[in-house]
């Protein structure tokens, strides 16, 4: 036995588990205990973290936590509730000694007549609307770099996103092309003489297959030669297909993109502007000001992360359907078994909304917060919502906050639906992520290029939540106290400077901003 990189364990006979919806890793263990023990019966001799009690635990504290809430609101200006209101929702989004950091991309780069193009670069993005939104400032880069004319990005119809949409659905062509203009050439689509030289199929264009994170001198040697023979080229598919370090003027040109030219197309723009409004007007308890979170609790996420709930057989037979029907026997493969428990404590399972509820009514949002939910089609959602619900009554998501008809044109796209999520998140006070993925780490990236560096960002640690969440006897005052120093740990983090290993899409820190009164 032995273990892998990316934290799987390894039985010979076996491999590793990999892919999927999110980061959440597979832990392999003795096929004997998963055959053994039914479905809703306790691991024997469980640690601390390992199994799921959080609704044990609820039903202990929901009456200290309404009282506390009732005292709070019977001290009216005297209490800690509204002293907390003031201090986190009632001041600005960062709180920076010395000069905030601001957008500095156009300093960082270049403007010059282009040069001759080299031909054309084809490339075709994979995954849900931020692994789109990664692959296409990438290939921008990817063309500077090899000095050709991107044409716009194809989708991949993914099997587990399932949306079917193009590019000018749901970004703006047009004003992509322009903000480009002078760094990239960009086209929607091949000249009718370069598709004629290959009979009008796209697919007898070499493609020219990469590894991922493949450093700017992959390009240049091995791509840009094809390219210069060929007059075109095609990298399909192009997800995490340049190195995350690169040179100065291509990080600010992923900003330029990521930040200024990928703008949402106009029918979600409205839409979401809108939301936002709305969202502004239903708090005004916290003068205007909202909390979002990211709800990982779908029910592909759920069953990719091979976590088990507080379902019994029915949840157990549920999530093995799910994942035959996305992942088709990966998870059955000889010699691998699921180990839930271990999955628990080190983190991996994402939270239900009962957990998110309890973290942040420990954490002191009361509940006059108005909470907005950023998710997909929550797994068993009458079940696992009510609690939410039951803690911010003031609870909203797009669904609840937009009229059915305005919806309508967005159904069965799912990622012009998570468009209307990623901009009301992006203008909330406080943004919580409760899991990890391209959306939360975009995220957190663009509200610190807004916000000077340093948006409040909840990012609790998981590994700490558990101990809390599977201890039925903890006090109120205790579960608290616990949950403070999560919040205190995380805002800990709150300014932060891209690494060697770091996405400059999540912290683009330094190369994309500068501590001075930069503007783009």
């Known amino acids: 036995m032995k273990s892998t990189k990316s934290g799987y364990t390894q039985l010979s006979g076996g491999g590793a588990t990999a892919g999927g919806p999110g980061p959440a890793a597979v832990t392999v263990a003795s096929s004997l205990r998963r055959r053994t023990r039914p479905a809703d019966a306790e691991p024997p001799h ?46 600005s989004h960062y709180q920076n000694s010395g000069d905030p950091w601001m957008p500095c991309v156009n300093s960082r780069l270049t403007r010059s007549e282009l040069p001759p193009s080299n031909g054309y670069l084809m490339i075709e993005a994979n995954g849900g609307l931020n692994q789109q939104r990664l692959s296409i400032c990438d290939a921008v880069a990817v063309a500077s770099l090899l000095n050709a004319t991107l044409v716009i990005p194809t989708f991949h119809l993914n099997s587990v996103w399932r949306d079917p949409s193009k590019f000018g659905d749901i970004f703006d062509e047009d004003h992509f092309i322009e903000t480009l203009k002078e760094h990239v050439r960009v086209v929607k689509k091949l000249p009718e003489d370069v598709l004629l030289r290959f009979n009008h199929n796209i697919s007898s264009i070499p493609n020219m297959r990469t590894k991922a994170y493949s450093s700017p001198n992959h390009y240049v040697q091995n791509v840009l030669p094809k390219l210069l023979e060929l007059g075109v080229v095609r990298i399909a598919p192009f997800s995490n297909r340049l190195a995350l370090s690169v040179p100065l003027n291509i990080q600010a040109l992923r900003c330029l993109v990521n930040y200024h030219a990928l703008r949402f197309a106009e029918p979600i723009r409205i839409l979401s502007d809108d939301l936002v409004g709305r969202m502004t007007k239903k708090s005004l308890l916290t003068g205007g000001k909202y909390v979002s979170v990211h709800l990982r609790f779908e029910e592909d996420m759920v069953a990719f992360s091979c976590c088990t709930y507080d379902g019994g057989w029915r949840e157990k037979t549920e999530m093995d359907n799910a994942r035959e029907r996305s992942w088709r026997g990966k998870f059955r493969r000889h010699g691998r078994v699921i180990n839930p428990e271990a999955n628990r404590r080190d983190g991996k399972c994402p ?21 907005y939910v950023a998710s997909g089609k929550i797994y068993n959602s009458e079940k696992y919502m009510a609690p939410l619900r039951q803690m911010f009554p003031l609870l909203t998501t797009k669904d609840s906050l937009a009229l059915p008809e305005e919806l309508a044109q967005f159904k069965g796209h ?107």
């Open 351 to 371: 939270l239900t909304p009962l957990e998110v509820g309890m973290m942040l009514r420990g954490m002191g949002f009361d509940n006059t917060t108005s909470l």
């Open 414 to 520: 799912s990622s012009q639906l998570a468009a209307l999520d990623y901009t009301v998140c992006v203008q909330s006070e406080v943004f919580v992520t409760t899991q990890g993925g391209n959306f939360p780490h975009f995220l957190m990236g663009h509200r610190r290029y807004l916000f000077g560096g340093n948006a409040k960002t909840i990012k609790p640690d998981k590994r700490k939540l558990v101990l809390s969440f599977d201890d039925p006897n903890i006090r109120w005052d205790q579960f608290k106290q616990n949950m403070q120093e999560i919040l205190h740990h995380s805002d800990m983090k709150s300014i932060a400077f891209r690494k060697p290993n770091d996405s400059v899409y999540t912290f683009p820190m330094p190369e994309c901003m500068c501590q001075q009164d930069g503007m783009i």
């Open 46 to 91: 469980a640690q601390r973290g390992s199994v799921y009690r959080s609704h044990l635990v609820f039903e202990r504290l929901w009456p200290a936590m309404r009282d506390d809430a009732t005292l709070a609101a019977s001290a009216s200006s005297l209490s800690a509730s509204a002293s907390w209101r003031r201090s986190m929702l009632m001041t």
